[in-house]
């Protein structure tokens, strides 16, 4: 019986990569002219939603999403969250409308289809290359100059140890955010690690909790309160966690 419930989540799985790619090749000349230029973006970014809502509801997943304050359109924010699983990529662009772009790693451009809009979109970070954090931040002035938000999953990566309920932060967003005097929106993916982990036996379909809490303000903040924002920021994330109030 076992044996046949892995077998059976493993297909459920390739399902998952199967979904990423429908319309990613269906859309493809309209992505295409979407990610040409940057005034193209919100455009992008409305069909990556609808590409996030069709994979979710495709595998069965349903987001549930609570607001403890509300966006203001055309304004700027750093959103930071937990990092378990592939899916949450899909989560933030579903619970958030408006147009923001990752700060990911670079590794990910070798997923095909995927990785090359990816590129095309996201502002790719090279961790072995210290210049990198001054491309960072230019690409990062540009899309705030926009009107457009940053996202990044302070962890910096799933944690490898999978009893981890939340890794120590790195820096990234909070010297960013208070270098852009933008607020800090701290959200909380409750469900992610349990319904589609990197372990490729696992998971299942059902809710996906994400709860935003209130904005963590930056204005007149330099760096050396980023320390004392980072680790406020984290704070609040691992207490929703281990509080993991059901909603």
Request: hydrophobic share 45%; with cysteine.
């Amino acid at each position: 019986m076992h044996i046949l419930r892995s077998f059976l989540v493993i297909l459920w799985r390739i399902w998952f990569y199967i979904l990423m790619a429908i319309p990613i090749i269906v859309f493809f000349p309209f992505l295409l002219l979407f990610t040409s230029r940057t005034r193209f973006y919100p455009q992008f970014f409305m069909i990556a939603r609808w590409w996030a809502y069709f994979i979710l509801y495709g595998m069965g997943f349903f987001p549930k999403i609570r607001r403890e304050r509300k966006f203001v359109k055309g304004e700027s924010y750093m959103l930071v969250a937990n990092h378990t699983s592939m899916t949450d990529i899909m989560l933030m662009l579903v619970a958030v409308k408006n147009p923001f772009v990752f700060v990911g790693k670079k590794e990910l451009v070798k997923i095909p289809l995927f990785g090359y809009f990816y590129k095309r979109t996201c502002i790719l970070v090279d961790r072995q290359n210290q210049r990198s954090r001054k491309e960072v931040f230019d690409s990062a002035q540009r899309r705030l100059n926009n009107g457009t938000s940053i996202c990044i999953f302070p962890e910096g990566g799933v944690p490898d140890d999978t009893s981890v309920l939340l890794d120590s932060f790195k820096d990234g967003a909070f010297r960013l955010a208070i270098d852009h005097q933008i607020p800090i929106v701290p959200m909380v993916f409750y469900d992610n690690k349990k319904r589609f982990p990197y372990i490729f036996t696992k998971g299942s379909p059902g809710k996906m909790r994400v709860k935003i809490k209130e904005f963590i303000p930056t204005k007149g903040l330099g760096q050396e309160s980023k320390k004392e924002i980072r680790e406020k920021t984290r704070e609040v994330i691992l207490q929703e966690l281990k509080s993991d109030k059901l909603f």
